[in-house]
């Protein structure tokens, strides 16, 4: 990213230092009698205000978060081919549906008939995603993808319990996402890793020997996190349902087979979705989205409560269900998330969903092709929406895969994933996504290849970048050491 | 050829060719068969105009907060929306991007978080807040969990008031039920607040945290310092929950009072209804827990050329490098929320809260006059309880029929008590804020005194 932004800004409470009274907010006017605070609340409660927080004029606070902005980069500054995060376009045409007032302005709790059309927005968007899923029900409640892999772990715990089964262990590959063990371990499982094959799928022989009676299931990324698709995933499901477990598959990289092949027809039990990647929901600087999980028939009894249920052409919240395994939160879901992803669904329709993972699969095919020779790949099966190079040429020139990733910056893309799959050592997981021009996923290409000669001819260019952002390198270990977590005042000068 | 699709069939051909492949579908060959999908049977697609006229259409089936007096409450309150908020917020810079896993080109995120985490925890009376959970529900949960670690797992028990939100008590069963923790629910006492001594009582030597709402759900400001002694009076951790973050514009949050976690839903800060989410889940806690705290922290530092800088920091806890011994299983967040919410606040400043908590106050004990002065069955359910801007009236039915009555007048009056179950009185829980106007509350008291 070239631009620096024209000024640094100061941290909100560094402005209006006197605390001067200014012209601020105005709220509607108060047209009853005010109250002493002291008289009518427990004395020892009250409190003064913010003192850190000054008066500031409307554009003082418009111009802080402008200027706050100008140092991101975004997927509308350039490609953003972060791997396994699905950093897709996000349609406009979305955010309006999300902003209008029949959806904005409703309060969870008034009555049904007040709110036909927010239910039936959760039920037809889930109709659509247990036809992109091939899946008997869905819950649109969770937050994100590892809420919905919380509430599909609970679901499993509970259907085993039903058939009085206790099982303690859940197998999970080693080249999973560290929510999928996480998620595993607050459904009270434990979570037993199973060592990927030699090629980065799973290994049939080593699944064989684990998968014991003491097993609740598997937790499978489809397709994995190298991007590769389990080519035995049907013997992986019969193999597990046979011995008495069920299939958790994360639907974290949905977008490379949507419209083509269906989970549930692979032997799925649960998956996650997560909206904000393969149905374009904004990613919001680090959320909200949204974790719809579909199950199969044996799970539905168990999906979480409330729910909407559709009776004639009304549509009503379930409140209890006594096998449930209970609500997974507040109320009924990140609904306005919901709305984007309906409006995007409708937007493309089949043909559109089909067509969108055909080309993010081209897109990753066009940059393995074109990247090969310069990196490292350590797992050489097709590749689906992503692949996994690695720094194994770079680091012959001490040059890792965050001083490429650092690198990349000054050429003006975001880097790529690096914190996993754990399975490859210094990890550049690389996913363009479906929505850019084609000339913008190959000046990355180019932008990689520079790089690449770069760590050769001058290794030191890459140790220090990037040269040209709004900060340079970030002291992350610093950070840790000295743990800095909020702004004191002592810290006025 | 689809307008949110980069490549059209040139494109296509022309990559297909480089790639030595006749066809997408070849690339595609690693899928079995078996599994395929055939075509899905999903409307048409549709063009901008028809998709919008479609959504509008559902939007427009909603009766919409802006068109009838409301009271509800319960968890979600709608305050003052400043247009700032969102025209931040529809900053494609904040909305496109994701977490600042890459600090160099993430200030403007990180810096926000940086903001929000520090008028978090001092609205708390806490060190640390972290970059948000979910919402109000997940976040009890969490600190429930957290308490549990602090106290190394040997405390299995976590005490409860019933006058913390049900939905939120709900959410807790659902997760500790997996974990084999067991949940004591104790009531509270007739004047609706909690009791300290029953918590203690329950607390016995195995609890590792007690946890209470303020203001509770049923409106009830609570006496925090007792609660807090009682809890470590028993050797557990103390969780002030809050549903109302407006509250903190004028009560002291619990950090104040001792206790350890003070967490919860910060809907209220410039953050919509929105049919119940997304919302924001707020954490926070005491310097020497925080190794124990879930979710995203950010903490300052420097750049290489020594300027300030900031980061995402004590990633150790997190579920990327911890795996299955995470603090929580959190990755996404709910980041944009955060962001709603410190443009709201740093729009208001320290005395805009403080102002918009007092006219709550205020709209609050001018409707509670009303009503006392109403007659007709209609009263409050705890006259000399404290309150902020929400409170139990009881009538002359039980709190759905007075709902469904005061809807058939044209006014959303409250949340029925025991909407989900309780075992306080049947009535209405009514809210107000400073968005209330004279109108709704002659509309409301109007429509109370036809129904007796
Ligand atoms: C493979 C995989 N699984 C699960 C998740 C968790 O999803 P979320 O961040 O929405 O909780 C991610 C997200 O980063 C992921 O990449």
């Known amino acids: 990213m070239r631009r620096r932004p024209l000024r640094n800004e100061r941290l909100i409470f560094e402005h209006n230092r006197e605390r001067r009274a200014r012209g601020r907010y105005e709220l509607p006017p108060l047209d009853v009698p005010a109250v002493d605070a002291g008289s009518v609340l427990p004395e020892e409660q009250v409190r003064e205000p913010l003192a850190d927080l000054p008066d500031l004029g409307e554009l003082d606070v418009v111009q802080h978060f402008h200027r706050l902005s100008q140092m991101n980069f975004a997927v509308d500054e350039g490609l953003y081919p972060l791997g396994s995060c699905t950093m ?9 549906a999300a902003r209008l007032g029949g959806f904005t302005a409703l309060h969870p709790l008034q009555p049904a008939s007040q709110v036909q059309g927010a239910l039936r927005v959760m039920w037809e968007l889930d109709q659509v995603l247990k036809t992109i899923t091939g899946m008997d029900g869905v819950t649109l409640q969770p937050a994100a993808g590892a809420h919905g892999e919380l509430a599909g772990m609970l679901m499993i715990r509970k259907a085993l319990e039903a058939r009085g089964e206790h099982r303690e262990e859940v197998l999970i590959p080693d080249s999973a996402h560290g929510t999928n063990p996480a998620s595993a371990t607050f459904a009270g499982f434990e979570a037993v890793e199973i060592a990927s094959g030699p090629d980065g799928t799973v290994d049939m022989e080593a699944l064989d020997r684990m998968m014991t009676d003491r097993v609740a299931g598997i937790m499978l990324t489809v397709p994995n996190t190298l991007g590769v698709f389990e080519p035995r995933i049907v013997e992986i499901a019969e193999l597990v349902h046979g011995r008495g477990g069920l299939v958790y598959m994360d639907g974290a ?149 965050v001083d490429i990733s650092k690198r990349l910056l000054d050429y003006g893309f975001h880097p790529p994933t690096m914190s996993f799959p754990l399975i490859v050592h210094g990890a550049l997981m690389i996913e363009p996504t479906e929505s850019p021009a084609p000339e913008e996923v190959e000046a990355f290409c180019e932008a990689m290849l520079a790089i690449a000669r770069e760590a050769e001819e001058s290794p030191e260019l890459l140790h220090e970048a990037p040269h040209e952002t709004p900060v340079r390198r970030v002291d992350e270990v610093e950070a840790a050491r000295h743990p800095t977590l909020r702004w004191e005042p002592s810290e006025k000068s | 050829m689809h307008r949110w699709i980069g490549g059209g069939p040139s494109d296509r051909r022309a990559i297909l060719s480089e790639l030595g492949k006749d066809s ?121 969990l957290m308490a549990h670690r602090v106290l190394k797992g040997t405390r299995n028990r976590v005490v409860v008031s019933e006058a913390v939100h049900p939905m939120y008590r709900r959410v807790l069963a659902t997760y500790t039920s997996a974990l084999g923790i067991e949940v004591v629910t104790v009531p509270a006492g007739e004047d609706g607040r909690s009791d300290a001594q029953r918590l203690a009582d329950a607390a016995g030597d195995e609890a590792c945290c007690i946890v209470v709402q303020s203001p509770n759900f049923l409106g009830a400001v609570e006496d925090l310092s007792a609660v807090a002694g009682a809890a470590h009076g028993r050797g557990a951790l103390a969780v002030h929950v809050v549903a109302e973050a407006a509250s903190l514009g004028i009560l002291k949050g619990g950090g104040a009072h001792g ?43 420097v750049d290489a050329e020594g300027q300030r800088a900031f980061c995402l920091t004590l990633a150790t806890r997190e579920q990327h490098i911890r795996r299955a011994k995470a603090t929580s299983n959190i990755c996404s967040n709910h980041g944009l929320m955060l962001l709603a919410a410190v443009v709201w606040l740093e729009l208001l400043g320290g005395k805009g809260l403080a102002e918009l908590a007092r006219a709550n106050l205020a709209r609050a004990e001018d409707l509670k006059r009303q009503i006392r002065a109403l007659g007709g069955g209609w009263k409050l359910a705890y006259p000399d309880t404290p309150t902020f801007n929400e409170f139990l009236v009881l009538g002359p039915a039980n709190g759905t029929k007075l709902q469904q009555a005061l809807l058939d007048r044209g006014v959303l009056g409250g949340v029925p008590s025991r909407l989900w179950g309780g075992s306080w009185p049947d009535g209405l829980l009514v809210a107000v804020t400073e968005r209330t106007t004279k109108d709704d509350v002659a509309a409301l008291i109007d429509a109370m005194e036809k129904i007796s």
């Not at chain 1, 990140?334 to 055909?358: C, K, M, P, Q, S």
């Not at chain 1, 990247?371 to 790949?377: E, N």
């Not at chain 2, 976690?261 to 924001?280: K, R, S």
């Open chain 1, 88 to 96: 897709k376009y996000n349609p406009r045409v979305n955010e309006v």
């Open chain 1, 253 to 401: 990289n949905l977008n490379a087979f949507l419209g083509k092949a269906l989970p549930g027809a692979m032997g799925a039990d649960a998956l996650h979705i997560n909206l904000h990647k393969t149905f374009s929901t904004p990613h919001g600087g680090g959320g909200p989205g949204a974790g719809a999980v579909a199950v199969s028939r044996g799970l539905v009894p168990h999906l979480p409560v409330p729910r909407v249920i559709r009776d004639g052409d009304a549509f009503e919240i379930l409140w209890d269900d006594p096998a449930s395994i209970g609500p997974m939160r507040g109320f009924y879901a990140n609904f306005l998330i919901l709305v984007r992803a309906l409006t995007y669904i409708w937007g493309l329709g089949a043909e559109g969903l089909a067509e969108t993972a055909e080309v993010a699969v081209l897109y990753a095919n066009l940059v393995r092709h074109r990247l090969t020779s310069a990196y490292h790949l350590e797992y050489d099966a097709p590749s689906l929406h992503e692949v996994v190079f690695d720094d194994a040429f770079q680091r012959a020139h001490g040059v890792t895969n």
């Open chain 2, 24 to 144: 997408i579908d070849q690339l595609f060959e690693t899928i079995p068969a078996g599994v395929r999908a055939g075509d899905l049977d999903l409307p048409a697609p549709m063009d901008e105009t028809t998709l919008l006229t479609r959504l509008e259409g559902l939007a427009a089936e909603n009766v919409s907060l802006d068109v009838m007096p409301s009271f509800l409450g319960a968890g979600v309150y709608r305050h003052v929306e400043p247009a700032v908020v969102d025209a931040v917020l529809q900053r494609a810079e904040f909305f496109t991007s994701y977490t600042p896993y890459q600090p160099e080109i993430s200030q403007g995120t990180l810096q926000a978080i940086f903001e929000y985490q520090t008028i978090i925890s001092r609205l708390a009376g806490l060190d640390v807040a972290n970059a948000s959970l979910y919402d109000g529900a997940t976040a009890v949960v969490e600190a429930a």
């Open chain 2, 259 to 301: 206790f350890d976690i003070v967490c919860g839903e910060a809907q209220a800060f410039g953050i919509p209804a929105g049919f119940g989410g997304p919302h924001l889940g707020f954490f926070a806690t005491r310097t020497k827990l925080v190794r124990q705290m879930p979710g995203r922290l950010v903490g300052q530092t």
